[in-house]
């Protein structure tokens, strides 16, 4: 089983985990050693599948300011531990692939494979969603197959994504393309860059 293969359904099982629960302060069923790759794909998509949520709670019209600026908060820490965890996934393929003899017409890819990945750990939650959306009983048909006709081309993009993971990283391995990654640096978090935080201090 190829790479991207395997982490979809690390995926697909921490998806599933999580709705064992259902509850976004659930802990964390982590089945892989944390320091393992698998473990850090399982604890991506846990990051991603809880804040899937968190995104939904937000969004209750009848959500009480005060614990909505909370939620807020928690929202904009989860994406900086879900972007710090993608930095990491890369610096494990660099390692990887740190002796590979790049071809002098290597190109570069639009982005690197840690961060395609993490557009599979979100793809993963979007199918789960909407399988469960094309199979409500309380939904109208018409609901229901709008959402399954949804869920057929997200699953086709799961197929070509998977697909173009994988190509991509057998094109790093044998030289044909190179990574170079860029750190996120985003300025909203950093009390140094934020004009609203360093103009507080």
């Known amino acids: 089983m190829k790479f991207a293969e395997k982490s979809y359904k690390i995926f697909e099982q921490s998806v599933a985990d999580y709705h064992i629960d259902d509850n976004v302060d659930a802990p964390t069923r982590q089945p892989y050693g944390q320091d393992s790759i698998e473990g850090v794909l399982y604890a991506k998509n846990r990051i991603d599948a809880v804040q899937w949520h968190l995104e939904d709670i937000i969004r209750d019209p009848e959500i009480d300011p005060v614990a909505a600026l909370a939620l807020k908060r928690r929202i904009d820490s989860s994406n900086q531990e879900r972007t710090d965890m993608v930095e990491e996934l890369d610096s494990y ?22 961060w395609a990945l993490d557009r599979l750990s979100i793809l993963a939650l979007k199918i789960y969603h909407m399988a469960a959306e094309a199979s409500r009983t309380d939904a109208s048909e018409e609901h229901r197959t709008r959402c399954a006709a949804k869920l057929a081309v997200l699953k086709e993009q799961r197929s070509d994504l998977i697909s173009a993971i994988d190509a991509l990283l057998d094109d790093i391995a044998a030289g044909r393309k190179y990574m170079k990654v860029y750190r996120q640096m985003k300025m909203y978090n950093d009390a140094d860059t934020n004009p609203v935080l360093y103009a507080a201090k």
Not at 99 to 107: F, G, R
């Open 93 to 114: 393929f660099r390692n990887v692939y740190k002796d590979v003899k790049v071809a002098p017409d290597a190109t570069i890819n639009t982005e690197s494979p840690a």
